[in-house]
């Protein structure tokens, strides 16, 4: 049990992650001037959470195994798939229920009292900025670690 609670590269991709969802609640609070505490805990936005997470986990493994270890190279293909899943997959499934929650309020209108449709979550995906805003968090907060916390 010991080794988990010192496990740098665990902690250090847990850090940057939680860092991610505070800057996303903060710079809600600042651009429309009321909390959002549904933005500490949700998905998308800026700067990207996933992204943070997996670079700062490849990052630290990087700086703990080396470049050529083959733990690096599976974290860093890790990391590629869900950036290109928060990029890509989920922003498009976003859009989708941004368009399905406008038919619903449409139907909604026209059958005011029969069909009470459920609000689909828009807020899925990233912009290839808020990927790349949580790759430098992740790489910031890894380098960090390393530097306050050596091996």
């Not at 939680?18 to 700067?47: H, N, T």
């Not at 899943?85 to 038919?103: F, M, P, S, Y």
């Not at 459920?118 to 899925?124: A, N, P, S, Y």
């Amino acid at each position: 049990m010991k080794e988990l609670f010192t496990n740098q590269i665990l902690w250090t991709a847990i850090a940057a992650n939680a860092a991610a969802q505070i800057m996303k609640a903060v710079l809600v609070l600042i651009s429309e001037r009321k909390w959002r505490s549904d933005r500490l805990f949700g998905s998308g936005g800026m700067p990207s959470s996933h992204a943070a997470l997996v670079t700062a986990l490849a990052t630290g493994i990087a700086l703990d195994q080396g470049l050529s270890s083959p733990l690096f190279a599976v974290s860093m293909v890790f990391a590629l798939i869900v950036m290109h899943d928060a990029c890509g997959v989920r922003q498009a499934a976003g859009k989708h229920a941004h368009i399905l929650n406008q038919l619903t309020a449409e139907l909604h209108q026209l059958f005011e009292e029969g069909l009470k449709p459920e609000v689909l979550k828009t807020f899925l995906g990233h912009s290839c900025l808020q990927v790349l805003a949580g790759i430098i968090l992740g790489l910031g907060v890894a380098l960090f670690s390393y530097l306050v916390w050596p091996g």
